[in-house]
């Protein structure tokens, strides 16, 4: 049995952080596979048994970091130490960024020739420089070496790896400048120390750190909205009484009173009452839907209207906004494919950059100017510290997390980060047609009296579609054939009364009959021997259902029924041919009636597969796949019934429709919780975008370190200079990935 653990990791920094995680929890016996987040500090682990607390512990202290694991039956207590934590780890890095900064500027006030000029003696002193200069070295940099020395150990490097061995060096020389000034003279060297370049540094990076962990705090702001939608309170009824208990007390079974302007305060079913409720915080949709007895209400919406009684079906993290905020927390902890290029490179990318320096450092030390030794140290700690790589590990996370957050207000949701990276390749989307592309539901679309049929002395002469309606609604009341309830439905809704029936009377395969008024009244089929009627051969060509009404055997008129295109089909279906799209429909029906839909839909005679049993749907998706000759090119499948869930896991990007079945949304990557189909231009829109934004992320975080780095190495570059342009690479990727929040979709 497949088990999942998420724990938070202190004191990750750059994408070689995760990969020393990573790499350490997959070494841990039968876990199968090992997700790090830089951007959250979660870490997942999918194992094939259970695995303890002190195991995981271990294995992440092993590589220099900390787990920190909530009870495994209470993740929202796991949440809750992580938010603390975070709070904690953010003003300890805002004390330690403050001090180290203002004790770096004193050391540069003090050391830098025309400004020390105006400082006064305390400072001008080398002694005070060093004491200065160690509260920063081992205190600001604690952490940093904490982390690289545990590195070390197990033979990893990361990024403090680089920022700990550059700063030593500058503070070791520096400290034997001050206690041996006379050795550097016999040198020819000038007794001068560096403090200033290792305090400078530190103060940066951790300025750096500041703010990235600012900016970040913004790309998780989505699951902070989510949770802020919940009611904090609900008024149940017990024993006759409504009283108001703590949210977290509600009960299944629980009887619940919402009145105008309230938040619904869990999933449930109204038993009593009508109401409009505003539904957009979960679906995307801005207006209100109406909600009677019998209907489903989603915690967290908002009452707009009338008072009603409803009984609780969903309490705690079954409700439809826990299960949100769950997949939208599990997409933004999953790592995209081209993330694990960043990786891998990360990987490599430490050790390079240590040979590297060294290889700078000889090389000035061999041929460079004199003082040959203080030019090759500061232009191997330049490269040293210009080559962190904390803006590749960045880069993908948190457009991720931006990504997701954003898919989630406008009511999709993505399951995973793969998902939301393939859809953007997608070239090919099938819809199934009953329920996703249609209402899924028959509804009555035209109504014709036969001119050719006079009954002046009737009692029942017909001179309107409303009582060919009435007529008609008053037999089907008694039938229970789901084209008998569209027209009652369609009578109830045009407020017609029915008529009294007797005889009633089921004639199977062909329809209903009865007497009203002593009068033969038949719906159904065309009897036989009748002349078909040329309304209705041009309703049948639309892909319409027609059935026939009888008086005394004189055909007198026709109903047409249907399922009809939702409201925003047509228009789906054209901005997706527009993006490039070719889209397809399927189903089940005959090819007369899917050809009528499709053309309804604009959709080509040729992308149309009528007839298709629900077990053939999953063959035809593999078939579509096969015959893509562009290997980069995806296909997406959209669908809502149990029967469309084969056909979802086929494609490379399965979208299910919220409204649809739990088999159907399970085995999908994306899901729309609202019914507008625009959403699914929407889900290609966000993956395009995201993905865009990645792409440039990775592209200044290469570029970066690749254009830097030789700068560096030609000691291009002052130490200082480096620190402050590497921060900045870091804070440069999560503020272009905050800018995906103002692209629209």
């Known amino acids: 049995m497949t088990t999942k653990r998420t724990f938070y990791?202190?004191?990750?920094?750059?994408?070689?952080?995760?990969?020393?995680?990573?790499?350490?929890?997959?070494?841990?016996?039968?876990?199968k596979e090992a997700v790090v987040n830089l951007n959250t500090g979660k870490a997942t682990i999918t194992a094939a048994m259970p695995i303890t607390n002190d195991v995981i512990k271990k294995a992440v202290e092993s590589v220099g970091y900390e787990a920190m694991i909530g009870a495994t039956d209470k993740e929202d207590s796991l949440d809750e130490k992580i938010k603390k934590e975070k709070t904690k780890e953010l003003k300890n890095l805002q004390i330690k960024t403050s001090v180290s900064l203002i004790l770096a500027g004193l050391v540069v006030w003090g050391s830098s020739p025309g400004l020390m000029n105006t400082a006064p003696m305390i400072l001008k002193n080398m002694v005070n420089h060093l004491i200065l200069a160690s509260i920063v070295q081992f205190w600001g940099a604690y952490d940093f070496y904490k982390a690289a020395i545990?590195?070390?150990?197990?033979?990893?490097?990361?990024?403090?790896t680089l920022v700990v061995i550059g700063t030593t060096v500058a503070y070791l020389y520096s400290a034997a400048v001050v206690f041996y000034p006379g050795f550097f003279e016999s040198l020819n060297l000038k007794a001068e120390p560096y403090f200033d370049v290792s305090t400078v540094i530190i103060g940066l990076i951790l300025l750096g750190r500041f703010f990235e962990a600012k900016a970040k705090a913004g790309t998780g702001e989505a699951i902070k909205k989510l949770i802020g939608l919940q009611a904090k309170t609900a008024r149940i009824v017990r024993n006759g009484k409504e009283i108001d208990i703590a949210i977290e007390e509600v009960k299944l079974g629980d009887v619940i009173r919402v009145r105008p302007g309230e938040k619904i305060p869990v999933d449930g079913i109204i038993i009593e009452g009508d109401s409009a409720i505003d539904e957009s915080m979960v679906t995307g949709e801005s207006m209100p839907t109406?909600?009677?007895?019998g209907?489903?209400?989603?915690?967290?919406t908002i009452n707009k209207s009338g008072s009603f009684l409803y009984k609780a079906t969903k309490v705690g993290k079954d409700t439809m906004l826990a299960q949100i905020i769950k997949l939208v927390e599990e997409a933004q902890g999953s790592k995209a494919p081209i993330q694990r290029l960043a990786d891998v490179i990360s990987s490599y990318f430490v050790p390079i950059v240590l040979m590297l320096a060294i290889a700078t450092f000889a090389g000035w030390y061999v041929f460079g100017p004199a003082p040959v030794f203080i030019h090759a140290m500061l232009n191997a700690i330049?490269?040293?510290?210009?080559?962190?790589?904390?803006?590749?590990?960045?880069?993908?996370?948190t457009a991720i997390m931006v990504g997701t957050g954003i898919g989630a207000e406008h009511g999709v949701l993505i399951k995973d980060a793969e998902s939301l990276e393939t859809a953007h390749k997608v070239k090919t989307i099938v819809f199934d047609k009953t329920g996703t592309l249609?209402?899924?539901?028959?509804?009555?679309?035209?109504?014709?009296?036969?001119?050719?049929?006079k009954n002046q002395k009737s009692k029942l002469q017909l001179k309107s579609q409303?009582?060919?309606?009435?007529?008609?609604?008053?037999?089907?009341?008694?039938s229970e054939h789901p084209l008998g309830e569209a027209i009652v439905k369609k009578a109830e809704e045009s407020k017609l009364s029915f008529r009294k029936v007797e005889r009633f009377k089921s004639i199977t395969g062909k329809g209903v009959e009865g007497l009203v008024n002593g009068k033969k009244i038949y719906v159904g089929k065309l009897l036989q021997g009748s002349k078909s009627h040329s309304g209705g051969e041009d309703l049948k060509n639309q892909g319409k259902t027609v059935v026939y009404v009888y008086i005394d055997n004189k055909l007198t008129g026709l109903i047409a029924i249907a399922d009809t295109i939702k409201d925003t089909a047509v228009e789906a279906v054209k901005s997706l041919k527009d993006a490039g799209i070719e889209v397809y429909m399927i189903t089940g029906d005959n090819k007369q009636t899917a050809e009528a839909i499709g053309k309804q839909l604009g959709?080509?005679?040729?992308?149309?597969?009528?007839?298709?049993?629900?077990?053939?749907?999953?063959?035809?998706?593999?078939?579509?796949?096969?015959?893509?000759?562009?290997?980069?090119?995806?296909?997406?499948?959209?669908?809502?019934?149990?029967?469309?869930?084969?056909?979802?896991?086929?494609?490379?990007?399965?979208i299910a429709m919220g409204s649809g079945t739990d088999v159907a949304i399970e085995a999908s990557g994306i899901t729309l919780v609202n019914k507008n189909l625009m959403s699914v231009v929407s889900a290609i829109k966000l993956s395009r975008q995201t993905m865009k934004t990645i792409k440039l992320n990775l592209f200044w975080a290469f570029a970066y370190n690749v254009l830097l780095i030789p700068v560096a190495m030609a000691g291009k570059i002052n130490p200082i200079f480096a620190s402050a342009a590497m921060a900045m690479s870091s804070i440069s990727v999560v503020t272009n990935s905050l800018l995906l929040k103002k692209q629209k979709i």
Do not use: W
């Open 9 to 31: 990791i202190k004191g990750m920094y750059c994408a070689s952080c995760v990969y020393s995680n990573e790499k350490a929890l997959k070494a841990i016996k039968g876990v």
């Open 150 to 160: 545990s590195s070390i150990k197990h033979r990893l490097a990361n990024m403090d």
């Open 290 to 293: 109406d909600k009677h007895k």
């Open 295 to 300: 209907d489903t209400v989603i915690g967290a």
């Open 382 to 397: 330049a490269v040293l510290i210009i080559a962190c790589p904390c803006a590749m590990g960045l880069a993908t996370p």
């Open 438 to 453: 249609t209402k899924g539901q028959p509804e009555v679309t035209d109504i014709i009296i036969n001119s050719k049929v």
């Open 466 to 478: 409303n009582e060919i309606l009435q007529l008609a609604g008053s037999i089907e009341k008694f």
């Open 603 to 654: 959709i080509k005679r040729e992308n149309i597969l009528a007839e298709v049993l629900p077990e053939e749907k999953e063959k035809k998706v593999k078939e579509l796949k096969s015959n893509i000759q562009d290997l980069r090119s995806k296909i997406a499948f959209v669908g809502d019934g149990i029967n469309d869930a084969p056909a979802l896991a086929a494609s490379d990007v399965g």
